[in-house]
């Protein structure tokens, strides 16, 4: 999976020319980014419930004045951001046993300065293909509770005794229904759930709870 155009990379460093040079590096590998000088000045502009709604990561910094990347980190792991936002932390050599503890924790990566401009670029890309399937995971996740919410209750519960595989016959003797009733309820459940078949919609529900 490719991300979209509109992946964004954040920067987060407060050495500014450290922050040029990502920006730039970025910009001639055609990846939009943006940068702040601390983590309080990326708080201030994503307070909660915000969310990335593109493919996006973090680039930052593990030791800045004021708070750490690492405190910034725990807020992310708080707010439940990862991983949407996968982090990438930009490290000395003193602070690669702390980055390492970071990714165990659920970081995407960390690059050690000086860093490779193309291993970095590749963390970077792999941290927007991770984010972008977070995203497509979540939209189908949205999608599917948009469409359960369409359905009566008497639909759900024939629905779920089509799930189990039970017969028309048998669900209208539980419910109580003509087996016509049955089947009306079922085409419909199929068609507000846009699938064609029981084994259909049974994998449906069953990859939503994965």
């Known amino acids: 999976m490719q991300p979209s155009q509109s992946a964004l990379v954040t ?3 407060d050495d500014a020319g450290v922050r040029d040079a990502l920006a730039w590096l970025l910009r001639s590998r055609r990846l939009p980014s943006q ?3 601390s983590a309080e000045a990326f708080l201030a502009d994503h307070p909660e419930p915000w969310q990335p709604s593109d493919p996006s990561c973090l680039l930052l910094d593990v030791r800045m004045p004021g708070m750490s990347g690492l405190a910034l980190f725990e807020v992310l792991i708080g707010r439940q951001l990862l991983p949407l ?3 990438i932390f930009l490290t000395g050599h003193a602070d ?9 924790r659920g970081a995407h990566d960390f690059c050690e ?4 401009d193309n291993a970095l670029v590749d963390r970077i890309e792999r941290a927007l293909q991770r984010s972008a399937a977070t995203l497509q995971t979540l939209q189908t996740k949205h999608t599917l509770q948009l ?6 209750e008497r639909e759900r519960e024939v629905m779920r005794r089509v799930i189990d595989g039970l017969p028309n016959k048998l669900i209208a003797d539980q419910l ?3 087996v016509r009733t049955v089947e009306v309820h079922r085409a419909r459940v199929f068609d507000k759930m846009q699938v064609k078949s029981a084994v259909e919609l049974a994998n449906l529900l069953r990859g939503d709870q994965r």
């Open 11 to 13: 920067i987060i460093d």
């Open 35 to 37: 940068s702040y000088d």
């Open 85 to 87: 936002l996968p982090v």
């Open 96 to 104: 690669v046993p702390t980055a390492v503890d970071a990714v165990q």
């Open 113 to 116: 300065k000086p860093f490779s």
């Open 147 to 152: 469409r359960l919410e369409e359905l009566t």
């Open 176 to 178: 109580d229904i003509s």
